[in-house]
C-alpha cells in the first residue's frame, strides 16, 4: 500500500472475536501482552516510508492493551530512527476499568469473562489525529471506526453530522476485510482473474460519499458486485447499528466510475443508539473430536455401530456430537472417494472427560469394529474452546479516552470542542474547507423491514412477525413471473457471502439485473431458504430487503452455537453457507439465465472524476479530502481521504 501510489491514512484491522479471546489468553500468560504482535513486525518494514510519504497509520491491533503495543511502537520508532508521534484510545476494556459492573450491563453478564470490550466509535482516533499524532492505536474499536475517524479528522465533521459519518462508516465497512472487496472470496470468481487481489482504497469526499479502488497495476477487480457483497457481509438488517451513527443499508446506491472504480452515495445516517455492544469472551470448557473413516460398503451400519461401542464411554460426557458426511462415491475410482467421513465432537467442563481416556477408547476398537477401521489422525489431549456472547450498555458508562502524543487524556466526547491542532500537511491537494455546520437529523422515511444490528451495534428494536410468517421478513407480494423456467443452482444467477455474527450467521444474496431482483425477492422467502438449508428450519431466521444493492439478507440465529471459538459446527464462521446456498437447485425464469455466471461485461471506463456533490443529497460544498486504504493507494488527485 505504501509503495503502490500516494495514500493519506493507511488502517489496519486486526480484531476479530476468536482474535479477542487468543488475545486474552495471551494476556493471562503475560500482562504485557494481549495486542496483535505481528502489527510490530510488519511496522518495522514500513514505518519510514509511511513517515517520509506523510502517511497517517490508524490500527486496531491493540487489542487489549493499546497503551502497551503504542509504547511498543515508540520502542521500535527510537530503534530504527523514525520521529513519530504516537497516541492511543483506550476504554473499551471494561475488565479492566470496571465499567461494565456500573453501566447496566446486567446480573452476571461480565462474570467469568476472560474478556470484555466494548464497540467503541471513531471519536477516540478523531482527537488523536486532530493533536498531529502520526500512529494512532486503538483496542475494540468498531472496524468501520478506522475510517470514519480520519475522516471526520480530515473534513473536521461535527459529530451530528450523520449522513456524512454514515457515508464513511458505509465506505470503512467496505475496506475491513480488506481483498474481500477486490475479489477475495468472490461468488463469481470464475470470470477474473483473482490470484492475487491488490487491497482496496477509498477516496473519502467532504460530503460522505466515496470511491471504492484499488492501486494501479495490482490484481484482483472493484465491481459493483464485490463491493455489494462485502456490504453485506455479517450485517444484520437495514440499519447499521454503531457507535457514531446509524447507517442506512438501503439508501445506498452503487454506480460504476471507471475501471475498476464504483462510487458509493446516497447513504443516509440516523443518530445512533445511546448504547454500545460489548462483545464477552469465556473459556467456555474443553473438547476433543476423532473422526472415524468409513469405506466402500454399508457407510450407515458401520456408523452404527462405532455409536454403539462408544457409548458408555459417552455417558457421562456432557456435550456430544456425532456428524456423518457422506463424502463417498458408489463404485470410487480412489478409495479416498470411497470413503465417508464419521465425526466426533465431544465437550465438558472438566479435560478429563474427553481427554486422552476417552479418545484412546475410542482407537482401542481399531481391532474390533467396522472392517477398514481407521481414524484420520491419532488422538490429542482436550483442547479448551471459547464462548462469545454480546451484551449491550450504555453508552455514557464507557469511558472513551484519547491519550494524545504527549500524553495528554481527554474524554472522546469533549474532542469536538476542544482547540483543534492544525493537521500535518496531506499528501496532496489543497486544505480542506471549514467544516460545515452539522447536518440536520436525516428524514429519510423509515426502514422497510426490523431494524438490524451492524458490526459496532447497540440494540435495536425487536423485528415484527410479518405475514411471511418470520420474524423480521420483509413484506413482499408475490409476482407474475410466467414463462418457461430452469431447473439450475441459484448461484448461476445469484452471488452470495456469508459470515459470522457471535453465534448467529447472516447470508447475503444479490443479484445484478432489476428483473433478476424482481425475481429473487419475490421468490427466495424464508420458508425457502430454510427448505434449500435444512439445517435452519429448526431455528428463527429473518429477512431484509435492501432494493438499491437488488439484495436480500437473511440471519439465521443460533447456528453458530456459542461463536466460532467453540468450534460447534463443520464450518464454524458460516464462510460457506452462502455458497452452499448457491449450489442448490431452484426453478428459474430461462429469460433470465445469464449465458455465464459472471459479472457480466464491465463498461467503458470513463474519466476519473475528483469529488463531485452527492444527487441524493442537499447541496453542499465538497473539498478535498484524504485517501484512506486498507492496503491501499493512488495517483495524486483533490478527491478526499484515502483509507
Known amino acids: 500500500m505504501l509503495t503502490g501510489g500516494p495514500l493519506d491514512v493507511l488502517t489496519g484491522d486486526y480484531l476479530a472475536e476468536l482474535t479477542m479471546l487468543i488475545l486474552g489468553r495471551d494476556r493471562l500468560k503475560n500482562p504485557d501482552l494481549g495486542y496483535a504482535r505481528t502489527f510490530l513486525r510488519q511496522l518495522e518494514e514500513g514505518l519510514g516510508l509511511a513517515h517520509e510519504r506523510g502517511v497517517k497509520i490508524v490500527t486496531n491491533a491493540g487489542g487489549l492493551n493499546p497503551a502497551g503495543l503504542a509504547e511498543a511502537v515508540r520502542a521500535l520508532a ?61 483496542g475494540r474499536v468498531t472496524d468501520a471506526a478506522l475510517v470514519s475517524g480520519p475522516a471526520a479528522w480530515w473534513f473536521d465533521w461535527g459529530p451530528q453530522e450523520y449522513d456524512r459519518l454514515a457515508g464513511a462508516v458505509v465506505a470503512g465497512h467496505v475496506l475491513e476485510c480488506g481483498t474481500q472487496a477486490t475479489g477475495g472470496n468472490y461468488a463469481f470468481f470464475t470470470a477474473h482473474d483473482v490470484r492475487r487481489p491488490g487491497f482496496p482504497l477509498a477516496e473519502v469526499c467532504e460530503d460522505g460519499s466515496a470511491v471504492v479502488t484499488k492501486h494501479p497495476g495490482t490484481g484482483g477487480l472493484v465491481s459493483p458486485g464485490t463491493v455489494t457483497a462485502q456490504l453485506l457481509y455479517e450485517t444484520q438488517g437495514a440499519r447499521y447499528l454503531g457507535p457514531d451513527v446509524t447507517a442506512r443499508l438501503d439508501t445506498v446506491r452503487l454506480t460504476p466510475d471507471g475501471e475498476d472504480r464504483v462510487r458509493i452515495s446516497g447513504t443516509v445516517g440516523e443518530p445512533p443508539p445511546d448504547t454500545l455492544k460489548v462483545g464477552v469472551t469465556r473459556v467456555g470448557g474443553w473438547r476433543n473430536e476423532v473422526v472415524f473413516v468409513l469405506t466402500g460398503l454399508d457407510v450407515e451400519a458401520k456408523a452404527a455401530l462405532v455409536r454403539e461401542q462408544l457409548a458408555d464411554a459417552l455417558a457421562g460426557v456432557a456435550g456430544v456430537s456425532w456428524t456423518l458426511a457422506r463424502t463417498d462415491h458408489a463404485d470410487a475410482d480412489t478409495q479416498e472417494a470411497a470413503s465417508a467421513l464419521l465425526r466426533l465432537v465431544v465437550r465438558d467442563p472438566s479435560p478429563d472427560r474427553v481427554g486422552r481416556e476417552l479418545t484412546g477408547a475410542a482407537i482401542e476398537l481399531a481391532l474390533a469394529s467396522y472392517p477398514g477401521f481407521h481414524v484420520t489422525s491419532p488422538p490429542g489431549p482436550a483442547q479448551p474452546y471459547g464462548v462469545f456472547t454480546s451484551v449491550t450498555i450504555p453508552a455514557s458508562g464507557v469511558p472513551h479516552t484519547a491519550v494524545l502524543p504527549d500524553g495528554t487524556r481527554i474524554p472522546a466526547a469533549a474532542a469536538r470542542v476542544a482547540p483543534p491542532t492544525p493537521p500535518l500537511p496531506k499528501t496532496r491537494g489543497p486544505a480542506p474547507a471549514p467544516a460545515p455546520a452539522p447536518a440536520p437529523a436525516s428524514s429519510a422515511p423509515a426502514s422497510p423491514g426490523p431494524v438490524g444490528g451492524g458490526a459496532g451495534g447497540g440494540s435495536g428494536a425487536r423485528p415484527p412477525d410479518s405475514a411471511r410468517g418470520a420474524a423480521g421478513e420483509s413484506p413482499a407480494g408475490p409476482g407474475p413471473h410466467g414463462g418457461p423456467t430452469t431447473r439450475a443452482p441459484l448461484g448461476v444467477l445469484a452471488g452470495a457471502r456469508s459470515g459470522d455474527k457471535g453465534g448467529d450467521a447472516n447470508i447475503g444474496v444479490w443479484v445484478e439485473t432489476d428483473a433478476a431482483w424482481d425475481w429473487l425477492r419475490d421468490t427466495l422467502t424464508v420458508k425457502l431458504l430454510q427448505s434449500l438449508l435444512p439445517e435452519t428450519s429448526p431455528l428463527a431466521v429473518a429477512r431484509h430487503e435492501l432494493p438499491n444493492l437488488r439484495a436480500l439478507n437473511f440471519t439465521v440465529a443460533g447456528i453458530l452455537g456459542d461463536g466460532v471459538a467453540s468450534g460447534h459446527r463443520f464450518d464454524p464462521q458460516a464462510k460457506a453457507l452462502g455458497e452452499w446456498l448457491r449450489a442448490r437447485h431452484v426453478d428459474i425464469p430461462t429469460h433470465l439465465l445469464p449465458p455465464t455466471p459472471a459479472d457480466g461485461p464491465r463498461p467503458p471506463a470513463p474519466p476519473r472524476a475528483a469529488c463531485v456533490p452527492d444527487p441524493d443529497r442537499a447541496a453542499a460544498p465538497v473539498s478535498s479530502g484524504p485517501d484512506v486504504g486498507a492496503t491501499s493507494q493512488m495517483p495524486p488527485t483533490p478527491e478526499g481521504i484515502r483509507p
Not at 508521534?85 to 476499568?97: I, P, Y
Not at 462474570?111 to 482527537?127: D, F, H, M, V
Open 78 to 138: 527510537d530503534e530504527v530512527g523514525v520521529p513519530v508521534r504516537v497516541a492511543h484510545v483506550e476504554g473499551d476494556d471494561l475488565m479492566r476499568s470496571g465499567a461494565g459492573a456500573g453501566a447496566g450491563a446486567g446480573a452476571g453478564a461480565l462474570e467469568g469473562a476472560l474478556t470484555a470490550n466494548a464497540y467503541l466509535g471513531g471519536a477516540g482516533i478523531t482527537a488523536c489525529l486532530r493533536a498531529g499524532a502520526d500512529v494512532v492505536v486503538t
